[in-house]
């Protein structure tokens, strides 16, 4: 199965909730993919507006209604979502329908996939959530033959050990296709130019991934890591091809009024990187 069109990430905006996805995906594919914005939410200062976390001690009521403004937007039901505790780990979970709703509700109901930072699913109607703040957001699609989506955490520890290669294989895998038949989306996250690192850390990269530090002129000691460099290469590692990889290219912690940055914010919120597999029509 082969796909003309390479995937593009573009600016959507409805009912006062903006997001990045692309269009023609769903439109060809029945395959929604959304990466999040702050704006358009009911959540207060710091976490203005629409955070959707429910661990970073927002008021839960602002989180279910922001997490419910954005599914409804999206044309999806708040109530099936499913999200994970993220833990910064590499465990790849299948989410099957009877996953539907776990962690949908801040406060109350079933409670989140337990220490999860990718999951997988082909189930018509269930949306994965996974929420950031610098962090690498990326979404995974499999058109076929089986449709299926991915979502995955990659901080710098899940970049480190290619998380994100191997959520491609498994997706792959339960999809029943190559990994060069996959697509990825790349969402926001912080760039190499506000990510400073130890020079250990910076050392671990550079024997893993090429070209993704550089030193940092602040500090003799430090360098800069590029996750979304390292994610990249991790994802054309188990197979993907680069021309099937779309990046937004925007740094967190450069674009404050759109997204959410732990590093140059502190308490903040968190915005989200969203993937469902649409129902037939």
């Known amino acids: 199965m082969t796909y003309d069109r390479e995937p593009r990430l573009q600016r959507v905006e409805r009912d006062g909730i903006a997001w990045f996805s692309d269009p023609l995906l769903e439109a060809e594919s029945g395959i929604v993919v959304a990466f ?3 704006r358009g939410g009911a959540s207060d200062e710091p976490w203005s507006s629409l955070d959707l976390a429910a661990h970073t001690g927002d008021d839960t009521a602002a989180v279910d209604e922001n997490r419910a403004r ?6 999806l039901d708040p109530t099936l979502l499913v999200t994970a505790e993220q833990v910064h780990g590499d465990h790849v979970a299948i989410v099957t329908a009877d996953d539907a709703g776990r962690g949908a509700i801040a406060a109350a109901g079933p409670r989140p996939l337990p220490a999860t930072d990718a999951m997988i699913t082909s189930e018509p109607g269930v949306p994965l959530l996974m929420m950031f703040a610098d962090c ?10 089986v449709r299926s989506v991915a979502v995955v955490h990659a901080g710098w520890r899940g970049a480190l050990c290619s998380l994100t290669g191997a959520a491609a294989n498994a997706l792959a895998a339960h999809a029943g296709c190559a990994p060069a038949q996959l697509d990825a989306y790349i969402g926001p996250h912080i760039g190499p130019c506000h990510y400073d690192v130890d020079a250990d850390l910076a ?12 030193s940092a002129s602040m500090a003799a000691a430090a360098s800069r890591v590029d996750l979304g460099a390292a994610v990249s290469q991790a994802l054309t590692r188990a197979g993907l091809r680069p021309q099937r990889i ?6 967190t912690a450069e674009h404050l009024a759109l997204f959410y940055s732990y590093r140059a914010e502190g308490r ?8 469902a597999v649409l129902p037939d029509v």
């Open 246 to 251: 779309a990046k937004l290219g925007m740094c």
């Open 203 to 214: 050392e671990a990269f550079r024997e893993r991934f090429a070209e993704v530090t550089h």
């Open 268 to 275: 903040t919120g968190r915005h989200g990187a969203l993937a």
């Open 70 to 75: 954005l599914l409804t937007a999206l044309g």
């Open 36 to 38: 999040s914005t702050r």
């Open 136 to 145: 690498v957001p990326v979404v995974l699609v499999a058109r076929g033959p």
